[in-house]
């Protein structure tokens, strides 16, 4: 099974070696069918400094914390 990847906006920067990124997902409602934006926000593990703003693209990984289990693959314009 692949990895699941997701396109998000980094929110937080205020661990170390940890980003907050929100992520939307739009979704359809269910009796109107006007979609509707979504907004969840995932914990990623990072190794380069990202400011906060910044696009990032994030991959599901192996636990690697309780709350962290996303990793930031790219960064920059995307």
Same mark, same amino acid.
Request: no cysteine.
């Given at each position: 099974?692949?990895? *699941?990847?997701?396109?998000?906006?980094?929110v937080? !920067? $205020?661990?170390? &070696?940890?980003?907050?990124?929100?992520? @939307?997902? /739009? *979704?359809?409602?269910?009796?109107?069918?006007?979609? !509707? $934006?979504?907004? &969840?926000?995932?914990?990623?593990?990072? @190794?380069? /400094?990202?400011?906060?703003?910044?696009?990032?693209?994030?991959?599901?990984?192996?636990?690697?914390?309780?709350?962290?289990?996303?990793?930031?693959?790219?960064?920059?314009?995307?």
């Open positions: 099974m692949s990895k *699941k990847i997701l396109r998000g906006k980094v937080s !920067v $205020k661990m170390q &070696k940890t980003v907050v990124v929100a992520v @939307e997902l /739009p *979704k359809r409602h269910p009796l109107y069918g006007k979609m !509707v $934006k979504n907004t &969840k926000r995932f914990k990623a593990h990072i @190794e380069e /400094p990202v400011n906060e703003g910044d696009e990032v693209i994030i991959e599901e990984t192996r636990p690697i914390s309780k709350d962290v289990t996303w990793r930031v693959i790219r960064k920059g314009d995307l």
